[in-house]
């Protein structure tokens, strides 16, 4: 078992950064891959970025790329999502998620955590 808790979240203007953590325990989480994932109030669950389990790949949705970015740190047992440039249509709940041998775009991952607030207004 994982368990991932989320953190960073808040409100911030467009233009303006966030950065999120997903800190895990449970199972050395270095041999996991992991994902943020997003949900708007009465939209489904939608993909943002994901990185392999040593941080040599990553991909992102169309929407966020060349303004977020993931990162991990094995020995902090984190990965993080560096938010910039944000939109008030980045607003969501954001998720982050983990599995051992999946790191698509889709829900297929194993383990979830709870979510982080992100809201984006003037």
């Known amino acids: 078992q994982v368990q991932l808790v989320e953190s960073g979240g808040g409100s911030v203007q467009p233009g303006g950064s966030l950065r999120l953590s997903c800190a895990a325990s449970?199972?050395?989480?270095?041999?996991?891959?992991v994902a943020w994932f997003r949900q708007a109030p009465g939209k489904e669950r939608e993909f943002v970025a994901a990185?392999?389990?040593?941080?040599?790949?990553?991909r992102y949705a169309d929407s966020v790329k060349g303004r977020f970015t993931i990162s991990r740190d094995n020995t902090k047992n984190t990965v993080y999502l560096q938010m910039n440039s944000l939109k008030p249509e980045d607003t969501a709940v954001y998720y982050c998620?983990?599995?051992?041998?999946?790191?698509?775009?889709?829900?297929?991952?194993?383990?979830w955590g709870q979510g982080t607030q992100v809201t984006v207004s003037s």
């Open positions: 990185i392999t389990w040593s941080g040599s790949g990553t």
């Open positions: 449970g199972r050395p989480f270095g041999s996991y891959h």
């Open positions: 998620a983990a599995d051992s041998t999946y790191w698509g775009s889709s829900l297929e991952y194993d383990y």
